[in-house]
């Protein structure tokens, strides 16, 4: 990890380009799964909630490996140089990557080892180990194995007529240590076995056998069963091993005729991605790793030894099977504004006045009553819609279905290349074609990643456009677990730009010229950049609050610094990587860094600036990254109506900059530092406040 660069003389003029002055992406990335394990360690964190935590940090870290690393193993194949301002290189980024890997790592099984199972046991919920098993247990278990896990087992005793299988990315697999000749005289020192994704992984023992909350893991049982597999073998070892691999999909879409018929023929191939991180159970002996390494191509850096189950994300399973609901966070009923528990339809309060929703504080369900009404309204002629991640199955496709059958205008932006989802995506833009929705699926080579609906409603003085413009998915159960800002307006500048821009999807001509949005790629890096110089040109008198996912665009960062030297005051809540480096004298010391980890998953992004006493504030889909800002379509809307802006500063801005229960403050050289000290039953949760808020002051749902 680099450190923070010395301070400057102070007659120099420090080089905004020095390497020295930011943090690695990556590193970051890796940082943020810090403070999500922290929670898992928490105890003043709900029991099944830091079991939660502690799944959440397995599934970040194998996206990570599966496209970070991933990308990075490639780069040091084909020999890459440095690509990112803080000019690590491949080679180094690697190591420091894997020995931070590797620190997250070992301290994930430490907390379950050491802390969660033993507090799990106490509240009668157990992980039985085999040698716990009681006779009756024992029984019912060899039952289980032959009815529902014997048959779809294949051993593979590994020889030239049985190579080695093809494993799938993160599947569970077994290496078996085999002693003895097979009926034809043969010896084959080990096997391969396994466990179809269709067995789950973690088995209830029946109440009657056990206690109320018992559970095994399959590895157990055919741990304990494989002598059925080799009969007249000696089993000399049972390891589990898991390969994540490389699951970004390669298309060229300039060189496709048809990206959803490309994207489907590519699919099945990513289980079987070039390999990038190898784990094994601590107990694998060290000539059953090389064998391992040696096939799957791996090196020293890409082997993880784990202290227990290779595959903690599983365990998240336990949480539906246990009915304890003092054991996780208490349940709240998204509010309502009282406008959206009015009799007319949601059209006549537009027209009176926009709609902001703060999620999931705030009920998505007048997002949903939009399009629904949108639907089955008889004046409304056309609906216009984005889709990045949703599900086929959701109220949102339902929707555009009725009103397609209904013989509406409908048209759907299909974002095929949402990472992980595009298979969900393929089906639902089959669904939707098949009722006559007008699909497309993007713009070649940039994803579309806003998130707008466009109605259009014929009335008396002609066709008005509604819309919706937010900061989150169209998914309905993120809704409820990510923070994110829904906008709903009939605003004239605002309407006639979204139009504009689903013109420019469909269309293909120039970028159009927008009244008040800004666009990625064309107008929101440069938008932004000159509302931050215009910041910078005020000296002290500037101020700027943002709060992003993600700050890593190194012209943006160079930007803040130079704020910073002017005297502006900044303040940023990043939630996961940031590469800006505060605190740094004569460079950014006027610049502070927080993250907040808690219950929800901080996810709006809202910009604000000072302007000299005229306050400018946009919400947006787009965090500060390149890919953001240059490679994608994105929408970042003005919020003009004084109010609504001083009700989004003062909730996702000021509250958040008041918490010292949930906050980590960053340092100069990447690290964070948990501004909670005690549990001070006094302490500020801005998530906490605001549930409180919503809780007194709106309907419910």
Same mark, same amino acid.
């Given at each position: ?37 922290? =929670? ?32 990075? =193993? ?39 080892? &050491? ?15 085999? #040698?716990?098993? &009681? ?49 034809? +005289? ?5 096997? *391969?076995?396994?466990?179809?994704? *269709? ?92 064998? =391992? ?14 202290? +227990? ?99 509406? &205008? ?276 801005? &998530? ?7 809780? #007194? ?5």
């Amino acid at each position: 990890m680099n450190e923070a660069p010395a301070p400057q003389k102070a007659d120099a003029a420090p080089s905004l380009d020095n390497p020295d002055l930011y943090f690695n992406r990556d590193l970051s990335i890796l940082e943020f799964n810090r403070r999500v394990l922290a =929670l898992a360690d928490d105890p003043h964190v709900p029991l099944l909630e830091r079991l939660r935590f502690l799944t959440i940090v397995s599934n970040n870290l194998d996206e990570f490996f599966e496209v970070r690393m991933a990308g990075l =193993l490639q780069r040091r194949k084909f020999g890459a140089g440095p690509s990112g301002p803080d000019m690590l290189g491949p080679n180094l980024e690697i190591e420091a990557v894997a020995k931070m890997a590797h620190e997250i790592i070992s301290a994930q099984y430490r907390c379950l080892n &050491q802390r969660l199972l033993p507090a799990l046991a106490k509240e009668g919920i157990r992980l039985l180990r085999r #040698r716990e098993w &009681q006779a009756a247990q024992r029984r019912w278990i060899s039952s289980y194995f032959q009815s529902e896990v014997l048959p779809l087992l294949t051993p593979l005793s590994l020889d030239p007529a049985h190579p080695f299988p093809k494993v799938q990315n993160k599947g569970l697999n077994f290496a078996i240590a085999l002693e003895g000749q097979d009926a034809y +005289g043969r010896h084959s020192p080990i096997a *391969i076995v396994q466990a179809p994704r *269709i067995l789950s992984r973690i088995i209830q023992i029946p109440t009657h056998l056990a206690g109320p909350h018992d559970f095994v893991f399959l590895s157990s049982i055919i741990h304990e069963h494989v002598q059925t597999l080799f009969p007249g073998l000696t089993i000399q070892g049972f390891y589990q091993f898991r390969v994540t691999r490389n699951s970004e999909l390669f298309v060229d879409e300039e060189e496709v005729d048809n990206l959803l018929d490309a994207l489907a023929d590519e699919l099945p191939m990513r289980p079987f991605g070039e390999a990038v991180r190898l784990e094994v159970a601590s107990n694998c002996p060290r000539e059953v790793i090389d064998y =391992l390494l040696k096939h799957f191509e791996l090196g020293e850096d890409n082997l993880y030894s784990l202290l +227990g189950p290779v595959n903690l994300s599983r365990l998240a399973a336990i949480i539906d099977m246990v009915p304890r609901h003092d054991l996780l966070f208490p349940p709240f009923v998204p509010g309502l504004p009282s406008v959206c528990t009015r009799p007319e339809n949601i059209f006549a309060q537009l027209r009176e006045a926009p709609i902001l929703l703060h999620h999931p504080y705030q009920s998505f369900n007048p997002v949903l009553d939009f399009l629904r009404q949108a639907a089955s309204d008889p004046q409304v002629i056309g609906i216009k819609q984005t889709l990045y991640r949703t599900t086929p199955d959701s109220p949102i496709i339902d929707a555009l279905i009725e009103a397609a059958m209904a013989g509406k &205008q409908v048209t759907a932006v299909v974002e095929l290349k949402a990472r992980f989802d595009e298979a969900n995506n393929i089906r639902m833009a089959e669904r939707l074609e098949e009722v006559g929705v007008q699909v497309v699926y993007g713009v070649v080579n940039h994803k579309v990643h806003a998130k707008m609906i466009l109605v259009l409603r014929r009335e008396e003085d002609g066709i008005r456009l509604y819309g919706h413009l937010g900061t989150g998915n169209y998914h309905p159960r993120n809704a409820r677990i990510y923070t994110d800002l829904s906008l709903l307006t009939t605003h004239p500048d605002i309407t006639a730009d979204m139009n504009d821009l689903f013109m420019h999807i469909t269309g293909m001509g120039k970028a159009p010229q927008l009244r008040c949005l800004l666009q990625s790629p064309f107008t929101m890096f440069s938008g932004i950049r000159d509302a931050i110089e215009a910041e910078t040109r005020l000296g002290v008198k500037g101020r700027i609050i943002a709060r992003v996912n993600a700050l890593v665009e190194p012209d943006l960062i160079r930007a803040l610094y130079r704020a910073s030297q002017a005297g502006v005051e900044i303040d940023l809540v990043v939630r996961g990587a940031c590469a800006l480096r505060p605190g740094i004298p004569g460079v950014s010391e006027c610049i502070r860094v927080r993250s907040i980890v808690g219950r929800f998953l901080e996810h709006s992004r809202v910009y604000y600036f000072g302007n000299d006493g005229h306050p400018k504030l946009w919400i947006s889909s787009a965090d500060w990254m390149g890919r953001n800002l240059f490679r994608r379509l994105e929408v970042a809307v003005p919020i003009l109506d004084p109010d609504l802006r001083a009700r989004i500063l003062k909730e996702t801005l000021q509250l958040y900059l008041e918490d010292d229960c949930n906050a980590w403050v960053m340092r100069a050289n990447g690290t964070y530092d948990f501004l909670r000290k005690t549990p001070d039953a006094a302490c500020k949760s801005a &998530q906490d406040r605001l549930l409180e808020h919503y809780n #007194r002051s709106s309907h419910h749902a």
